[in-house]
């Protein structure tokens, strides 16, 4: 086996917004074309600052592909019935042909009865149970809109030419965003899939045995080097602001920027990684716009 640095040499990095930006590019040429044009409606409860800059990502990303977009900032101690309302309202705007509900909204609201009051036929983050539950049985090639950041894993890994089936995979986090939905894809795939959770025992032992780590807990460098084999791909879903440098210097990407994933260890040994930023982030972006699209061809 090749020893770390001769590894590290081979490493390469899963560029997100290299891809994303070719999908937005397929994205614009297909709306100019089409006669009823997608609108994205983004509904935010209250004003947490990660929250408005996913935001603005996303109103950018419409900009760039000619989705118009409507941005609903409700105040964060809205009650849930006038939330629901809201949503309702949206689902009567005919102009209006996708949704999406910023998550995490307060504690105090129930996030599933909320979501379930959009319109199956305007979830643009497919997380109406109805959809959701539509891709987990039949998968995604018989479902309109698919979990934008699980699939937006996979094109990442199919762009690289990275092979999956038979490997092992593992999924740190079972989120109905990130993991339960990318282990859905993996398993299709034909991937043999591990879920780690905060109970599981033993993490470094599971990890040290997986071809493939898809990383999404929302634990700072909760993934290091000695957690993991050589020739490792890795994929890092979180993402952390620390404003101050003294308490993570981070020199490659920016400071204050990084993941779940310690990058200065685990890029020693992996063939791939994802950068932070600029790996799944702007993937998620561009699939949400994809999904946004498909919704408005599905009618």
Known sequence: MPGVSA???????????????????????????????PSLAMVLVGSDQASKIY????????????????????????????????IKKLNRNKKI?????????P?????????????PRKDADCLHHLNFGKFLQVGEKKSVVIPATAIGIIKLLEEYK????GKSAVVMGYS????????ELLIDRKATVTVCHSKTQNLKNITREADIIIVSTGVKNILTGDMVKGGVVVVDVGIHYVPNK?????????????????????????????PVPGGVGPMTVAMLMWNTVRLVKAK
């Open 97 to 105: 042909t996708g949704i999406i509900l910023q998550l995490p909204i």
């Open 176 to 183: 109905d965003i990130v993991g339960k939905p990318t282990t």
């Open 107 to 119: 504690a105090y609201l129930d996030k599933y009865k909320v979501l379930e009051a959009i319109d």
């Open 246 to 274: 003294k308490i993570y210097p981070h020199t490659r990407f920016g400071v204050g920027v990084h993941g779940d994933v310690d990058f200065a260890s685990v890029s020693k040994k992996a063939s791939f990684i994802t």
């Open 162 to 165: 990275i092979p999956v089936e």
């Open 7 to 37: 590894l590290q040499k081979f490493m390469k990095l899963l560029n997100g917004k290299k891809l994303a930006d070719k999908i937005k590019l397929r994205l614009k040429k297909k709306i100019a074309k089409m006669k009823k044009k």
């Open 55 to 86: 935001i603005r990502n996303k109103k950018k990303a419409c900009k760039e592909v000619g989705i118009e977009n409507k941005e609903i900032t409700l105040p964060v101690n809205i009650s849930q019935k006038k939330l629901i309302a809201e």
